[in-house]
């Protein structure tokens, strides 16, 4: 049977690439098509997928936050980070919540259908500039002590979104989102919105959407949890 992939890009012009390269794989079917996180996660609770080859910038709750759900979800299934992002501390917050494999969209066209395959076997797979990013060490750096919450919340924060904002879209109260911003702000040592992007920015933290600190992706703490 063909190796069925779901993917999720808020980019059509992307996501056709995408499919044209795989339909060029004849061992493999692009089952779907998803512009946000939220759309993947709802369709694969209907549907079926061995792989799901997963943007980290996407609007609304992030790449990374639907990773955290689709891995809590369907620990079995395959999830390739396809991304521009690779800074090592974003390559390994992947790898924490749980993908299978992270592919740069510098790579070269042809490394696109041997990463999926190899995720679709449930190996690791690594381009070699994110094998690169990874062997850099982040670990003594300010944002390396947020949880995994307080990140996904930092990286929010950091694209200018309001708390009530946050607070909707991930079912939290306004006083737990209030609380984790006022934790962000101290273990960065940073005192406004304006030093918090100025500090994403600086470190390439921002993914437009998505998320922590250096821990196996065993289990992962809901953050839906008011």
Not at 15 to 42: F, H, I, K, N
Request: contains cysteine; charged residues 20%.
């Amino acid at each position: 049977m063909p190796i069925r992939v779901l993917i999720a890009d808020d980019h059509p012009v992307v996501r056709s690439g995408y499919r044209r390269l795989l339909s060029l794989e004849p061992d493999m079917d692009v089952v779907a098509e998803c512009d946000t996180g939220e759309a993947a996660y709802q369709w694969l609770l209907d549907h079926s997928a061995d792989v799901v080859v997963l943007d980290l910038s996407m609007p609304g709750r992030g790449g990374l936050d639907t990773l955290q759900r689709l891995r809590m979800r369907s620990p079995e299934i395959g999830v390739l980070i396809f991304s521009m992002h690779d800074t090592s501390t974003l390559v390994q917050q992947a790898f924490d919540f749980g993908a299978t494999g992270y592919l740069s969209k510098r790579s070269a066209p042809e490394e696109f259908g041997h990463a999926v395959r190899k995720v679709a076997a449930g190996q690791r797979y690594l381009s070699a500039d994110i094998a690169s990013a990874l062997a850099c060490d982040t670990a003594d750096l300010p944002h390396m002590q947020l949880s995994q919450r307080e990140f996904i919340l930092f990286q929010q924060l950091a694209r200018g979104r309001a708390v009530k904002q946050l607070a909707d879209d991930f079912n939290l109260s306004l006083k737990t989102v209030y609380n984790h911003q006022t934790s962000i702000y101290r273990k960065l040592g940073v005192d406004n919105a304006a030093q918090l992007m100025q500090y994403a920015l600086q470190h390439g933290l921002l993914a437009h959407g998505a998320e922590t600190p250096l821990a196996p992706p065993s289990v992962v703490p809901a953050l839906t949890t008011k």
